[in-house]
């Protein structure tokens, strides 16, 4: 059975909520470690980024596989106003909200699979990452 888990994110809690359960998926898929506070930590992004830029969405923490190798995804979505210029989003130093501008770009080096997906006509953003065991 595989394991899936949703928590609904609107408040500086609900990130709280997010990282534990992520980390709590991870360690029973056999993650440890380093790689416990890595998920824990990409999760907290795309969770503070519903929470700055759409107010609320989701993020989704289910096992991973593709039949050779196993690990976590982790979905975040919003329905928020999205990402007007994505390739931009995703330079070390942009934001649009007056922070550093690493939040997307240290997601991506976290994991070993990421996407975006954002619609500027209020179909929000959805962000997709991976991370295989070793």
């Not at 609904?8 to 506070?37: S, Y």
């Not at 999205?82 to 770009?105: C, H, K, N, W």
């Not at 991506?108 to 500027?120: H, Q, Y």
Request: aromatic share 4%; hydrophobic share 40%; charged share 25%.
């Amino acid at each position: 059975m595989q394991v899936r888990k949703v928590v609904r994110v609107a408040t500086d809690r609900d990130i709280v909520a997010a990282r534990e359960i992520g980390k709590a998926v991870a360690r029973e898929l056999g993650f440890d470690g380093v790689e416990l506070v890595v998920i824990a930590t990409a999760i907290s992004e795309v969770a503070r980024n519903i929470i700055s830029y759409a107010v609320c969405g989701e993020v989704e923490v289910t096992e991973a596989g593709n039949g050779q190798r196993r690990g976590i995804e982790i979905v975040a979505r919003d329905h928020g106003p999205g990402i007007a210029d994505v390739e931009r989003a995703m330079q070390d130093g942009y934001s649009t909200g007056g922070g550093l501008g690493l939040g997307l770009p240290g997601c991506r080096r976290l994991v070993d699979e990421f996407s975006i997906d954002s619609c500027t006509d209020g179909g929000g953003t959805t962000v997709t990452m991976r991370k295989w065991l070793n």
